[in-house]
């Protein structure tokens, strides 16, 4: 009698648990999905992208996961935080990777972060990301560095966009001579800036120099910092005049 009684109490046990797994994964299966701080792909597809798995469409689950940190890893994001609104809805705040710049190659633009890292590739520009215009040959993988026939042209546009958004500088682009000397162009304003492995002492006067000519509006015309030097005077072309934009440092 003792055996029958604990053989009953072992399948209510087993009973039980299945029950209650069971209403685990009915009552907190995931209905919705929301996303913000996507700009890379719809709010459907990244919804998709957290979903792929079982275990990833129930919320406890989801949330045991993410404090493992077995959630999925995307390429392109830099972190990102889930909270649950409900008992059915999990809501996730991405940041991306930032595109710091593009690559115009042929008929393709290659969007790339601070790193190198391809994050985005079009027929067509978009809209207000400055370019690098190069005739150079050009591969890439998405999510991966970009690669260059010429290397050290490479390093220069990596060189160039980071020390453009450090120093906070709006641009349109910039092209390269067939000797890889680099040609900035702002507006209507034209900046020679050479070949060099590190242009940090340009870009980083060119900031100031660029307020000066705002402020004192002056119109198209061209900066040569081929040859510049720290505390040097900068000196600014228009239609044959020419104007001091550049202040010798104290």
């Known amino acids: 009698m003792g055996e029958m009684v604990k053989k009953y109490k072992k399948w209510w046990i087993l009973l039980a648990a299945v029950l209650v797994i069971l209403f685990c994964i009915f009552f907190f299966r995931v209905k919705k999905v929301t996303v913000e701080g996507n700009t890379f792909y719809s709010q459907e597809q990244m919804a998709e992208m957290f979903q792929q798995s079982l275990p990833e469409r129930n919320v406890l689950t989801f949330?045991?996961?993410?404090?493992?940190?077995?959630?999925?890893?995307?390429?392109?994001?830099?972190?990102?935080?889930?909270?649950?609104?409900?008992?059915?809805?999990?809501?996730?705040?991405?940041?991306?990777?930032?595109?710091?710049?593009?690559?115009?190659?042929?008929?393709?633009?290659?969007?790339?972060?601070?790193?190198?890292?391809?994050l985005q590739s079009t027929d067509k520009p978009l809209k207000d990301i400055p370019l690098f215009e190069t005739k150079n040959l050009v591969t890439f993988t998405l999510y991966s560095k970009i690669q260059m026939e010429n290397e050290n042209l490479l390093a220069q546009i990596m060189?160039?966009?980071?020390?453009?958004?450090?120093?906070?500088?709006?641009?349109?682009?910039?092209?390269?001579?067939?000797?890889?000397?680099?040609?900035?162009?702002?507006?209507?304003?034209?900046?020679?800036?050479g070949k060099k492995e590190n242009y940090d002492e340009q870009i980083s006067a060119l900031s100031s120099i660029l307020e000066t000519a705002k402020r004192e509006k002056i119109g198209p015309g061209e900066i040569d910092m081929t040859n510049y030097t720290v505390k040097g005077t900068v000196i600014f072309n228009k239609r044959g005049e020419q104007h001091n934009t550049g202040q010798k440092e104290k």
């Open 63 to 118: 949330w045991l996961m993410d404090r493992l940190s077995l959630t999925p890893e995307l390429d392109f994001v830099r972190e990102y935080e889930v909270s649950y609104p409900s008992l059915n809805e999990i809501h996730i705040r991405l940041y991306e990777k930032t595109i710091v710049a593009g690559i115009a190659y042929t008929n393709q633009y290659i969007y790339f972060d601070k790193d190198g890292m391809v």
């Open 159 to 193: 060189n160039l966009a980071n020390l453009f958004q450090h120093y906070h500088i709006s641009w349109d682009r910039v092209e390269f001579s067939d000797s890889d000397e680099a040609s900035l162009y702002i507006g209507d304003i034209q900046v020679r800036l």
